[in-house]
Every structure is written in structure tokens, then in C-alpha cells.
């Protein structure tokens, strides 16, 4: 999901073209969220919220399957890559600890974001992997998530799970429940799609310019997801002014 550092050795151009419709998605999704969070804007909310979450089904969907690329490649040559992917998970889970941290000293701290969750599905994902095509509990997610998880309430050691604080809110929220759903969804799409980590079928890339740009974004999705909202930010300050919370 976030680009050739993250899971595919080998890149498939349709899988960087969807990561790379993702990560389009999100820059748009969130320049709409500053504004709404420090320019008070309020129209269409009902269309933007369906947006931001279409985006975050592809975002980590797209990682589930290139996940079961990458794990089912790296299986040939290691037996037993733990090691790897563990290191993936405090890669992915430290830059979402940072961005915690920085996130807290704005007050509108992000506890358990895409970058938290994203870090957790990675070992989650190692032990789900065995399930291959016959794995259906990503709907478990799902059901629980939705039916379930999203009821209860409890303090802020349990967001990860999905178990909020009454009125619990935040710019970026991504639970276990049910979003490791969508990502087991991915890895399980991907062991019809790719078996063994490879196409059933070689597709040649287009020459289409707008496909070549979305697939060069999808194989750097981690760089821009760092450094977009710094950027939508200050362009907001150079054309509006000092921001609410935001320090001068």
C-alpha cells in the first residue's frame, strides 16, 4: 500500500495505479477535512464523508493485497520472514506514533490512524495469510466492527480495538474493527488474483499519460502521505492567514 518500501519487491503497474487512485483520494478527502476543521466548512458533508470512506476502503484494501504479494514471494526464499515483516509493523506503527505526537501538540490528537492500523494489519496479516482463498473472516471484521464493537464504550487504551469514549472524535480513526477487515479482504482477493505472488495473466501499461502519473503516485504513497498535510496546510496560511491551532 505505501509504495515499493512497504510490501511489493516486484511491482505490478495495477496495483501502484490503484494505491496511487488512493492516495489522490486522500489528499483530496483531507484538504477537505482542514477545511472543514479550521475554515468551518460544512457543505455537502453527506457526499465528502461517503468520499473519505470509498477512500479508505481502497487505501487498505490495496495494502491487504499487496501484502499477500509480497508475503507469498518472500515465503520462496524464507521460510519464516517474521523478522521482516515485524520490522514493517515498527516502521509503519513508529511514523504513526510520531505523527501522534505531533498530532497531540495541535489538540486534536490522531490516537490510532491509517499509519497504526496499517503497522498492526502487517503482523495481524502474517498470521491470516494461512487462510488463503478459503479465508472468509474478513466479514467477521465487518460484522463485529459494525454490529457490534462500534456500541460499546470504554477510555482510550481500547480505540485500537474499536471501543471508543462516548462522543469520541478525531481527524483519522482506523480500528482493528472493522477495518482489518478490508484489509484481510485485499489479501484475500489476492490469493485469486495472484497466486503464489503473480499474475494469472501479464497486462501491458497503458501509454496513457493520467495512468502512468497515478501508478509513479502509487509507488510513493508513504512520502506523500507524510509530507501532503504539512503542505495543504501551509498553502491554506499562505492564502487564508493564521489558522486556529495552528502556531504562527
Do not use: C
Not at 520490522?87 to 490516537?111: A, D, N, P, W
Amino acid at each position: 500500500m505505501f509504495g515499493s518500501e512497504v510490501y511489493i519487491d516486484h511491482r505490478y503497474w495495477e496495483i501502484d495505479l490503484l494505491r496511487g487512485i488512493g492516495i489522490t483520494m486522500m489528499v483530496v478527502s483531507n484538504f477537505v477535512t482542514d477545511l472543514q476543521l479550521f475554515l468551518n466548512y460544512s457543505s455537502h458533508r453527506t457526499f465528502w464523508m461517503a468520499f473519505a470512506i470509498t477512500t479508505a476502503t481502497i487505501f487498505v484494501f490495496a495494502s491487504g493485497l499487496s501484502m499477500w504479494i509480497s508475503y507469498s514471494r518472500t515465503l520462496e526464499t524464507t521460510p519464516k520472514p517474521y523478522g521482516k515483516y515485524l520490522r514493517r509493523f515498527f516502521k509503519l506503527f513508529g511514523l504513526g506514533m510520531l505523527i501522534t505526537v505531533i498530532t497531540y501538540s495541535l489538540g486534536m490528537t490522531i490516537h490510532f490512524g491509517v499509519l497504526h492500523l496499517l503497522g498492526t494489519a502487517t503482523l495481524l496479516g502474517v498470521f491470516f495469510y494461512r487462510f488463503g482463498r478459503f479465508n472468509a473472516l474478513w466479514a467477521a471484521f465487518f460484522i463485529l466492527g459494525y454490529l457490534v464493537v462500534r456500541n460499546l464504550h470504554d477510555g482510550i487504551w481500547l480505540l485500537p480495538v474499536g471501543i471508543m469514549p462516548e462522543n469520541y472524535s478525531a481527524p483519522d480513526y482506523f480500528p482493528i474493527f472493522p477495518w482489518f477487515g478490508v484489509f484481510l479482504l485485499g489479501m484475500s482477493l489476492g490469493s485469486f488474483l495472484y497466486p503464489n505472488g503473480r499474475r494469472k495473466k501479464e497486462m501491458a501499461l497503458p501509454s496513457n499519460p493520467l495512468i502512468h502519473f497515478l501508478a509513479f503516485a502509487g509507488r510513493h504513497t508513504l512520502f506523500i502521505y507524510l509530507i501532503h498535510q504539512p503542505i495543504l496546510v501551509g498553502l491554506l496560511r499562505l492564502i487564508h492567514g493564521p489558522l486556529p491551532g495552528i502556531p504562527v
